[in-house]
Nanobody
Framework: QVQLVESGGGLVQSGGSLTLSCTAS????????IAWFRQAPGKEREGVSC????????YYLDSAKGRFFLSAYYAHNIMFLQMKHLKPEDTAVYYC?????????????????WGQGTQVTVSS
């Protein structure tokens, strides 16, 4: 099972950018689908982006399309979520996750591994 650790969260003004990192260990992340979720205060956790290398399946939450970009550097077992044009409604704890699946899913129960989360706060 892969272990995940996020970093890169912080406080940013509306319109700003942040790049989150997720470092994997224990197993090659290229064997998993990789995803980013977020949970805002008082709301359910939601899928932001997901990528399956084997199926070349790529998903973005509608509100993230054109602003967020998922990438992975498999040789170093690390993935990123680049976030641009951030809005106050993007404020949440962001989690990376991995699942031994072929096709992306937004079902949290399908994910085997989760990071501890990193806080992103966007001020207006």
């Amino acid at each position: 099972q892969v272990q995940l650790v996020e970093s890169g969260g912080g406080l940013v003004q509306s319109g700003g950018s942040l790049t989150l990192s997720c470092t994997a260990s224990g197993s090659p992340v290229e064997d998993y689908i990789i995803a980013w979720f977020r949970q805002a205060p008082g709301k359910e956790r939601e899928g932001v982006s997901c990528f399956s290398r084997s199926a070349y399946d790529l998903y973005y939450l509608d509100s993230a399309k054109g602003r967020f970009f998922l990438s992975a550097y498999y040789a170093h077992n690390i993935m990123f979520l680049q976030m641009k044009h951030l809005k106050p409604e993007d404020t949440a704890v962001y989690y990376c996750a991995a699942a031994r699946r072929t096709v992306c899913t937004q079902q949290m129960a399908e994910y085997d591994s989760w990071g501890q989360g990193t806080q992103v706060t966007v001020s207006s």
